[in-house]
């Protein structure tokens, strides 16, 4: 039986995962797809003053150390809302651990923890980056895997601090009205939608930003993915009152990036994520009182 206690115990032991039957697995992913399926797609949040935290993680990609570390700092941090911006699973070697640790605080803190979907989130990419190889061989069984992108089906996109602050897996897509469209819906509500904002959830999945580039550009990630230039950032933000955007997606050898003027924060949370002859601290956000705060950890 899959109780709360149970769950805090997979938290505090991770190896405790890899021993758990399919059963156990199937009864957490449907107690968080319950749970995600009720938010809308679009979240919104408010800090009531100047004190209370917002904590924004990036990637993860399988990496339980960084993960571990992250959630050391949550626990002496005591943020009011935690989100990851999603990429949780492929190309580390603990990824059903760190997929079923944030499903845990999910459904152990449904109104504090939140999970955005990444471009990982996905069957294509977990197909092709590992994930759900490593599933299959565990549990002998591909239909199985369908429980798993049942989930990753009713996730978020994004997400509103205090009207000022977007945060999400990629980037602005070019439909600059989607936020709009999203607004109030939830995931049973899409279908009706579904053609006039499915380009723009793509590309909020899968978009980075350049410097010097004016407008949008092809990216060399794949068709339909953009690269989005400091002018075209600005005019998404203004036209949807917005100030900042927190993302992550990609990796840097520094750690954060800002980009646009210190308008735009990068972040990622799996550290040495090419191995430690190629080192990359992770990194997170705080926001507190409309601010912006990079930090980042296990700096080698
Ligand atoms: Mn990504």
Not at 90 to 116: H, S, T, Y
Request: proline fraction near 4%.
């Amino acid at each position: 039986m899959i109780d709360n206690n149970y769950l805090q115990s997979l938290i505090e032991k991770p190896q405790k995962i890899s021993n758990l039957k399919f059963e156990d697995i199937s009864q957490i992913l449907k107690q968080a797809k319950d749970i995600f399926n009720e938010e809308e797609l679009l979240l919104e949040f408010k800090l009531l003053d100047n004190k209370e935290e917002v904590y924004v993680i990036g990637d993860i990609h399988g990496n339980l150390h960084s993960l571990l570390n992250i959630l050391e700092i949550i626990k002496k941090g005591k943020p009011k809302i935690i989100i990851f911006l999603g990429d949780i699973v492929d190309r580390g070697i603990k990824q059903l651990e760190c997929l079923i640790i944030i499903l845990a605080l999910k459904i152990l803190n449904p109104n504090k923890v939140f999970l955005l979907k990444g471009n990982h989130e996905t069957l294509e990419m977990n197909q092709y980056y590992g994930f759900f190889q490593e599933f299959v061989q565990k549990f002998n069984d591909k239909e199985k895997f369908t429980e798993i992108l049942d989930v990753y089906q009713v996730l978020p996109f994004c997400a509103i601090i205090n009207n000022k602050i977007i945060s999400l897996h990629g980037g602005i897509p070019e439909d600059i009205e989607i936020l709009k469209k999203l607004k109030g819906l939830k995931h049973e509500d899409i279908n009706s939608v579904f053609k006039s904002v499915a380009e723009g959830l793509y590309q909020i999945i899968w978009n980075d930003p350049k410097e010097r580039l004016k407008g949008f550009a092809e990216s060399f990630r794949g068709p339909g993915i953009k690269f989005f230039g400091e002018d075209v950032f600005n005019n998404f933000l203004k036209s949807n009152n917005l100030k900042y955007l927190i993302r992550a997606h990609e990796c840097f050898p520094e750690g954060y990036r800002w980009f646009f003027n210190n308008r735009l924060l990068s972040i990622f949370s799996s550290a040495n994520y090419r191995g430690f002859y190629s080192p990359n601290p992770a990194s997170y956000a705080i926001v507190r009182n409309d601010k912006i705060f990079p930090i980042n950890i296990e700096v080698s």
